[in-house]
């Protein structure tokens, strides 16, 4: 082997050649290059950076699931689920965290129980439990709800938890909100009818919807408290019932709750004499509206009259309203009610009542000029063709003489007094201490339980009813509702740091936009760290208010393995 040297671009390279003998001569071969004589010195490669060695694992949907279970946690429904189903032991995976991973999804992402298992994995819920993503089972869901209410077989009674569970939930809730002091819990009650599917469950009837179609449907009762709009405890019957059957259910289970006795308010269609006084031996106090198809109502509007000045000025609620207390014969004994009218109502009222009497006169003038050779029953026909439902405000006769004629006239004296109570309304409140404007206002505020069951249906999407069996049935309302209370606490929660009296709009909008926000692990060289995604500044300085700056706060996890 032989080293030769050759100049190139300034510098010295080494070459290696070999010798070799050909037709008796020897040739040099090129064998291979060895580099510059006198190599430079060669500059270091830069250090990777972090990020060139970036790796992340998938993405979870973590904002709004997060702050629900954080909810859930200080509200321990599992623990209260857990200790009352299955008596504090065990075994397996527990009731209380499915069925709170359950409520969460129809608060924020309803979907049927048999998605459930492919919805849960791609949240942080299985993380945050404890849990394999694994575990979240569409038979393991099912199985949860008969630990809430089951059929003992042998007595073929029901088992039904959920009212030991309502009562501690909202012991445990009152305990955190309490009233302030010396105040007594006044709560709403009412009830609604909920879409069902399939016909063998018992609890599934035919009834009437608010719009007066018949369907199969089961029905929900509420009681809700008006100071933070969380629910008390909750009923489920037969989609027959009405509102007014419940009642003595509804005393029944109040007298067997830690409640201290207060206010209930509810809707005229639950009034009646028997009811009133078994509200007040429970010693209840009631406000409630009163029918006017009442004889003893009808004579408490026709005697008041309502000044229009500023001392009985309550509010403008769809409509100017006017308010005065009064005492009148009711239910057995003289008590003492509000009247309220609503103006702009009782003017409409008036000038439709106006309206339909001017055109029916019209036509009946019309009717005696063009009666040519009618007969007597056939004017007698179509004047009741024409004057319909109106009659008692008009009267009619058929005049005999040279062909029948027709005669009428306004009752003047029907006239005035249905005017009288156009727009006019009785409140009944057993607390007499309290004023016209307090009745009214509290009266009218009732329909936050309205706000309630709209939620229920519309956000968590409670209907329709698929479930067969009356023991799922019942654990599946109480899902719905369960849900419904980690709403009302983050309702409550914005609404003490914004001062605004209603806050559910602006509650949907922050929950929507922790939707977007997702939780990914990334590598960074030797260091594993949790980053939130799309945590916008407004919803981060949200939380942070509502004392939660922890909840989406990055971390570091030098264990975890990609």
């Known amino acids: 082997m032989a080293i030769k040297r050759k100049k190139k671009h300034g510098r010295i390279y080494r070459e290696e050649y070999k010798s070799i003998r050909v037709d008796g001569k020897v040739k040099s071969i090129y064998v291979r290059s060895l580099g510059p004589e006198n190599p430079v010195d060669k500059v270091p490669k830069p250090k990777p950076k972090v990020l060139d060695r970036l790796e992340h694992g998938s993405s979870h949907r973590a904002g709004d699931a997060a702050l629900l279970w954080e909810l859930a946690r200080e509200l321990d429904f599992v623990n209260t689920i857990d ?78 938890f959920t009212k030991q569970i309502d009562e501690a939930l909202y012991r445990r809730w009152r305990k955190r909100h309490p009233l302030h002091p010396g105040e007594k819990e006044t709560i709403a009650y009412d009830l609604t009818s909920v879409l069902f599917f399939g016909v063998t469950c018992p609890l599934a009837e ?72 078994n509200v007040e031996s429970a010693g209840w106090k009631l406000i409630c509206g009163l029918p006017k198809t009442s004889r003893e109502v009808r004579n408490i509007i026709d005697k008041t009259d309502i000044p ?62 063009r009666k040519g050779k009618w007969s007597e029953a056939e004017l ?23 062909g029948p004629s027709i005669e009428w006239k306004y009752k003047t ?20 201490s309290l004023s016209a404007q307090e009745v009214v206002r509290s009266y009218f505020e009732k329909d936050y339980i309205e706000k309630v069951f709209r939620i229920l249906k519309t956000s968590e999407e409670m209907e329709p009813v698929r479930h067969r069996l009356e023991r799922r049935v019942r654990a599946y309302m109480f899902v719905c509702v369960l849900a419904y209370r980690l709403l009302a606490d983050l309702q409550y929660r914005l609404k003490m740091i914004s001062n605004q ?15 977007m926000v997702e939780r990914v692990q990334v590598r960074l060289g030797h260091q594993v760290k949790i980053w939130y995604l799309n945590l916008t500044k407004k919803n981060k300085e949200t939380l942070r208010k509502m004392g939660l700056q922890n909840l989406l706060k990055e971390s570091v996890d030098v264990d975890f393995k990609l």
């Not at 065990?90 to 309803?110: C, F, Q, Y």
């Not at 059957?245 to 067997?256: C, E, I």
């Not at 009296?501 to 936009?513: A, C, N, P």
């Open 206 to 277: 035919l009834g009437y919807n608010p719009k007066g179609i018949k369907r199969r449907q089961v029905n929900l009762a509420l009681i809700v408290s008006r100071q933070d709009k969380c629910p008390v405890t909750h009923f489920v019957y037969n989609g027959g019932r009405n509102s007014s059957s419940t009642v003595k259910n509804l005393l029944t289970r109040l007298m067997d709750t830690s409640i201290e006795p207060g206010t209930i308010i509810w809707d005229r269609g639950n009034v009646s004499k028997t009811h009133v006084e």
């Open 413 to 432: 004296r029907e006239m005035a007094g249905a005017e009288r109570s156009c727009g006019k309304y009785v409140l009944l409140s057993t607390d007499e």
């Open 501 to 515: 009296e209603d806050t559910w709009e602006s509650t949907d909008v922050f929950l929507r936009g922790l939707g």
């Open 380 to 402: 007698h026909k179509e004047i009741n063709s024409i004057v319909d439902s109106w009659g008692k405000y008009i009267y009619t006769r058929v005049k005999r003489g040279e």
């Open 83 to 160: 200790r009352i189903c299955c008596e504090g032991e065990v075994e397996g995976i527990s009731p209380g965290k499915l069925l709170t991973a359950w409520a969460i999804n129809r608060a924020i992402d309803p979907i049927c129980a048999t998605e459930l298992e492919n919805w849960i994995p791609i949240t942080d819920l299985p993380r945050l439990m404890g849990l394999n993503p694994t575990d979240f089972t569409k038979e393991a869901f099912l199985t949860a709800l008969d630990f809430v209410c089951y059929e003992d077989r042998g007595s073929g009674r029901f088992i039904d």
């Open 308 to 369: 229009l000045d500023p001392n009985t000025f309550i509010h403008k609620r769809s409509g100017h309203i006017y308010a005065d207390k009064t005492r009148g014969q009711l239910f057995g004994r003289e008590r003492s009610v509000v009247v309220y009218v609503n103006q702009n109502q009782r003017i409409g009222e008036i000038n439709a009542q106006n309206e339909a009497l001017a055109e029916i006169g019209k036509k009946l003038d019309a009717l005696n000029v």
